[in-house]
């Protein structure tokens, strides 16, 4: 099993109706600034162009007026936060957070007079990423047994603190943009992403570099990796943080944020797609397991022991648990939310990035994950993928379990 703890998805050429009414959509990007401009869709490898009714440019008609927006979101990251605080979710607290960076970036986007509001959260945002690489460069520096990464993931972690200090200079934000998502007219919610993008890419290799100790360290205090309330609050973040970064209930009413998130009804041929995908995936599981476990043995065992850890104490309703917090929350976030912005190979990447803690088979074999799971986005819905995600980390739990697996 190579999937992890949930750390964001491309939009299928439509095959049913789409959620939304009928209505003429609000420009309130510079003039051409359409999605088709700034999507990856047409330039990777499989993608088709999203049909969205509203351009991420666009307003949508039906979304309620901003006002009332914003006060349902504040309501939503006071309540969670506060949760995230209570029952110690450090990782609820930060998505919650982004989601509501990208909530004022779509406020200012729509309305100029909420920029100061979107600069307030953005610019904690980049102090914050400042602080954690600055404080992994120092954490990585002062190991007393220090991996042959340490010199170049420490130098990286302090130049992606000095960069991330950096991208409030408008040029570079505006140049961040339109490298990472090819866009012709930066915004708010593009300069905002491609920061979080580029900070989560420049994370591998101390992250790779750091989990051992990490790791390590939980083993001899016998803390789990996984417990109910981190799948539950990962869940429940990463729900919030797809919304917030397609602007839910600032840009978007309900309806087109469905249709937005790719979540629409399956057909029956559907069903059938998702049992191949979900056999598909199973197989390149258990076959790179036993590639790694017969050619890469010290890594196997790596691999295994997070593994291990992921699924000590899990009953049964901890493996269904574990495979709706990742099926649900990295589904929505990556496939349904990224995807359509960044494309189906990128996102790919992003996502197994976020999966540091494995061996760098254990994250190609996700990225393949990824690539797979962002096809059955394409071709189908972000509801198949999501389907095929929960059902297959079930098995794959199961599959971890079994002693005659290994």
Do not use: C
Request: proline fraction near 7%; aromatic fraction near 6%; charged fraction near 15%.
């Amino acid at each position: 099993m190579h999937e992890a703890n949930p750390g964001g998805g491309g939009e299928d050429t439509p095959s049913v109706a789409p959620l939304a009414p009928q209505a003429v959509p609000v420009p309130i990007g510079p003039p051409g600034d359409t999605f088709a401009e700034s999507v990856h869709a047409d330039a990777t490898w499989g993608d088709e162009a999203p049909e969205f009714e509203f351009a991420d440019s666009q307003v949508d008609p039906d979304a309620p007026p901003i006002q009332l927006g914003l006060g349902i979101w504040l309501g939503i990251i006071v309540i969670l936060g506060l949760a995230g605080l209570v029952f110690q979710q450090v990782e609820l607290g930060l998505l919650v957070s982004l989601a509501g960076a990208f909530v004022a970036a779509h406020a200012a986007d729509r309305d100029p007079s909420y920029r100061p509001l979107h600069l307030l959260l953005s610019g904690a945002m980049i102090a914050g990423s400042a602080l954690m690489f600055g404080a992994l460069a120092f954490w990585l520096a002062t190991q007393a047994n220090p991996g042959p990464l340490r010199p170049l993931a420490t130098g990286i972690s302090g130049g992606a603190a000095i960069l991330s200090l950096l991208t409030v200079w408008r040029p570079l934000a505006d140049g961040m943009a339109s490298a990472v998502f090819r866009t012709l007219h930066p915004d708010h919610v593009t300069r905002l992403g491609g920061r979080v993008v580029l900070m989560v890419l420049l994370f591998i290799i101390p992250g790779v570099a750091a989990f051992p100790t990490l790791i390590d360290q939980m083993a001899e205090r016998a803390e789990p990796l996984l417990d109910t309330g981190q799948l539950v609050s990962s869940l429940i973040g990463l729900v919030v943080l797809a919304l917030g970064g397609i602007g839910f209930l600032v840009r978007r009413g309900p309806r087109s944020s469905l249709e937005r998130l790719g979540l629409r009804v399956p057909r029956a041929s559907h069903y059938l797609v998702a049992l191949l995908g979900i056999v598909a995936l199973f197989l390149l599981n258990v076959s790179v397991d036993w590639i790694e476990r017969t050619f890469f043995p010290g890594l196997w065992k790596s691999d295994d022991r997070i593994n291990q850890m992921m699924v000590n104490g899990i009953g049964t309703a901890g493996m269904v648990l574990l495979g709706l917090s990742a099926g649900i929350g990295e589904e929505l976030s990556m496939r349904g939310a990224l995807q359509p912005r960044l494309g189906l190979i990128f996102t790919a990447v992003v996502f197994a990035s976020l999966h540091v803690h494995y061996s760098w088979i254990g994250m190609s074999t996700i990225l393949l994950l990824g690539v797979t799971l962002g096809v059955i986005r394409d071709r189908t819905s972000t509801t198949v993928a999501i389907l095929v995600h929960s059902v297959y980390d079930i098995l794959a739990v199961v599959n971890a379990r079994n002693p005659g697996g290994h």
